[in-house]
């Protein structure tokens, strides 16, 4: 009598992309720029402070509206909080349709599709508001688990998601320590900037 044979299980292959330098403009420091001028103090400081107290926004220990009043020493309301940052989140916060397209096409071709990002609380309510997110298969934000890159324990918790070999996942990210720790995992890792270097590498995936 034959023996059944059981044919391998097929691994999904993952394209892991973060968002903000990748999917949208990195528009920090452009809006820190904005604030000092708004509010007459050097840009430097409020560069500090907001590289002192990102780790928190971004694990979610606190909230968008507490962190940048710690950035600019100074408490807001929460329409002051919408006008002066959220607004200008907003300006630039929008996945260019081209991109949206192609990562569509790739879908269609059996890829998998999943965020890896780093951002606070009121840019993820923005980005899920928008259904930015809404085609991808999985979607992993730090201020909602906690873990941040380049960390591995982020990069763990994903892959344990994703249910797939680590050579199956290519991962997009435009800091190279991001990336460099993610190599370090056994993801094949690509640093890139902006929508025109994005689209040049989609191509090359279809």
């Known amino acids: 009598m034959r023996k059944k044979t059981t044919k391998p299980i097929e691994r999904p292959f993952w394209l892991v992309l973060d968002v903000h330098g990748v999917l949208i403009p990195s528009s920090e420091k452009w809006i820190l720029s904005q604030l000092a001028r708004q509010t007459h103090q050097p840009v430097f400081l409020l560069y500090l402070r907001w590289l002192i107290q990102l780790p928190s926004a ?24 919408n006008d002066w940052v959220m607004k200008r989140y907003a300006h630039r916060g929008t996945i260019s349709p081209a991109i949206v397209a192609q990562l569509k096409h790739l879908k269609k071709g059996g890829w998998k599709l999943a965020i890896l990002s780093d951002m606070n609380t009121a840019q993820a309510a923005f980005h899920r508001k928008m259904g930015h997110f809404s085609f991808f298969d999985e979607v992993f934000l730090s201020c909602e688990t906690g873990l941040m890159k380049p960390f591995p324990s982020a990069y763990v918790a994903l892959e344990k998601k994703l249910h797939t070999r680590k050579d199956h996942i290519v991962f997009v990210d435009d800091l190279w320590f991001n990336t460099w720790g993610a190599a370090l995992h056994g993801w094949r890792s690509v640093t890139l900037k902006g929508e025109k270097q994005l689209h040049r590498f989609l191509l090359d995936l279809e």
């Open 58 to 81: 971004q694990r979610g220990k606190r909230s968008a509206k507490s962190f940048y009043e710690e950035v600019l020493d100074r408490p807001l309301t929460q329409k002051e909080f």
